[in-house]
């Protein structure tokens, strides 16, 4: 028998602290600011979603009809539309190269917890879209994050590619039925057939419309579960239009992770001031030209200013998404700017449970088991109301932190993960 070799006692009482949440003192406070300033978007763009049904506005046939109403609907589209929910994407693939980085540094396992977080985040998504809202998000972001485990271990060039061919790939399609739906008016009758068929899904999408508006503001509890539960699967259709962008920016969020862009900013200033720059100098008239499109384009046609106004939005996206999260990392630098700016790290380290707690207030004062005010807030009163719910979140993100270390479903999330009780009490 072979003897054993004598270990000092330290070592070889020594035992790996078992995996757990990152505590708050090690957070990067640039993150939280920029995952708090995105909630404040998405709730700009999602109020739409919240107080008229997704059919009519899938269909650009908004409500829209005082002037009011129409400027603050091209404000939102222009400055907020695919911005805001890109820059979510962006911190979400970052945040899986800071876990990883993290979970090498202790020599823990990475993959098998990152699968649990995202199915806990699964489970939480789907309960979020069948009981509270339709315009759930994070059953997307769980399912795609499965699919950036793939290229957690690629080349920062091979992650700007895959980027690439994925802000790509829905204009392609839309070019494709444009140029399917040209060719085939050239064929005898089929422009005719082309147009009954148009007019029939128009007609489709009216009558859908009418009824969610009458399940929504009228209906009882039973009638308002199952118009959600129509809703939810109509709108899981349209993944292959706006998932691809999302898993863009996660690839372009792994990129700035593996680069450690934001760990050492000073070495990467001029990177981020170009960012800003090119960010805004693509970013501004390709969201004009997205507007534009997007406002005098037919929507009963295969027209390609369809083809257009997707083109400009997967450039005008992720480009002033990008502006935005380096014009804010440059002014959280000043003291003055970071003293105004700090108060929105408390609303990014809870946004999963801002982001629920959005759709909670919101379809509350629409619904008809709450106010009854789904279908006639119009754009410009709803952009107000969005501001006013935004504003509330963050005294109220302040005062829970103070005194406890999770918000309410990043405790249950990180519970889920880990697979025991975290403590919640600072």
Request: proline share 6%; net charge positive.
């Amino acid at each position: 028998m072979q003897a054993v070799p004598d270990i000092p006692p330290v070592i070889g009482e020594f035992r790996a602290p078992p995996p757990a949440p990152v505590a708050p003192a090690e957070r990067i406070e640039t993150l939280d600011v920029l995952r708090g300033f995105a909630l404040l978007g998405i709730l700009l763009v999602n109020m739409a979603l919240f107080s008229w049904p997704c059919y009519d506005l899938f269909m650009a046939n908004q409500p829209w009809t005082t002037r009011a109403d129409v400027a603050a609907d091209w404000l939102v589209r222009i400055f907020a539309e695919g911005k805001f929910i890109s820059l979510f994407s962006f911190l979400f693939g970052l945040g899986m190269a800071i876990q990883m980085e993290r979970a090498a540094a202790r020599g823990a396992g990475f993959v098998g917890r990152y699968a649990r977080r995202l199915l806990a985040l699964l489970a939480i998504g789907l309960a979020h879209a069948f009981l509270i809202w339709e315009g759930d998000i994070l059953v997307v972001y769980a399912l795609f994050g499965f699919l950036l485990l793939a290229f957690r271990y690629r080349r920062p060039t091979t992650l700007l590619v895959w980027a690439g061919i994925c802000l790509v790939l829905p204009v392609l399609i839309y070019a494709l039925l444009a140029a399917m739906m040209t060719l085939a008016t050239f064929v005898p009758g089929a422009a005719e057939s082309i147009q009954k068929e148009l007019a029939a899904t128009n007609a489709w999408y009216e009558q859908a419309s009418a009824e969610n508006l009458r399940a929504f503001a009228h209906g009882n509890l039973a009638e308002v579960f199952a118009q959600r539960a129509r809703n939810v699967l109509f709108l899981y259709q349209y993944v292959w239009y706006y998932a691809p962008m999302f898993f863009a920016m996660f690839l372009f969020g792994l990129y700035a992770g593996r680069r450690r862009l934001l760990h050492d900013l000073e070495a990467n200033l001029g990177f981020i001031r170009r960012t800003l720059g090119w960010g805004l100098a693509l970013g501004l008239p390709a969201n004009l030209i997205y507007t534009v499109t997007y406002a005098v384009a037919d929507p009963a046609s295969a027209s390609p200013l369809w083809v257009v106004s997707a083109a400009t939005l997967a450039v005008g996206g992720p480009a002033l998404c990008l502006a935005y999260a380096a014009g804010l990392t440059l002014l959280l630098r000043r003291p003055g700017a970071h003293q105004w700016l700090h108060p929105l790290a408390a609303v990014g380290r809870m946004a999963l449970t801002n982001y629920l707690l959005q759709s909670v207030v919101c379809t509350t004062l629409f619904y008809s088991y709450g106010l009854g005010w789904y279908g006639s807030v119009g754009r410009a009163p709803g952009v107000v109301l969005a501001l006013i719910i935004y504003a509330a979140q963050i005294p109220f993100s302040v005062w829970w932190l103070k005194r406890f270390r999770f918000g309410p479903m990043e405790w249950l999330w990180r519970t889920l993960t880990y697979a025991r009780r975290q403590p919640m009490r600072l």
